[in-house]
Structures are given as C-alpha cells and as structure tokens.
C-alpha cells in the first residue's frame, strides 16, 4: 500500500525518530519499518494499532481512507 509507505515515513522523520527507535518503542525490528516504508510488506492490523497509537494518527489516515490525521 504505497499511501501507507509515505505517510508512515513523513509521519517518522516528522518527528524526527529513526527506525530503529521507532521499531523499538512498538516492538517490531527495524528491517520491519523499513519494508513498510519502502512497500515491500504491509502491517497486520495489530501493528498498524501500534503505529497509528504511536503517531496519535487514525489508522484510516495511514491507510489513506482519510487526510484527516485523527
């Protein structure tokens, strides 16, 4: 899902946090990031939780169902 690849990057170097910390503070490896940033692999829906909780963000945003980021 390429919406999801860029909006999860701009949502990550918005808050300037690498992969790895981010991989870190909900619990995926950051070789996990970075195929969803680069659409090599799409989360289960347990980890876009994760993800949209982390950036305070609707998983409907990071889907691109949305612009609204809540």
Do not use: C, H, W
């Amino acid at each position: 899902m390429e919406i999801f690849a860029k909006r999860l990057k701009e949502l990550r170097t918005q808050e300037k946090i690498s992969m790895k910390k981010l991989a870190i503070k909900i619990e995926l490896t950051d070789a996990a990031i970075s195929n969803y940033e680069n659409n090599i692999n799409e989360p289960t829906i347990s980890n876009l939780k994760k993800i949209a909780l982390f950036f305070d963000v609707s998983s409907d945003y990071l889907i691109g169902l949305t612009d609204e980021l809540n």
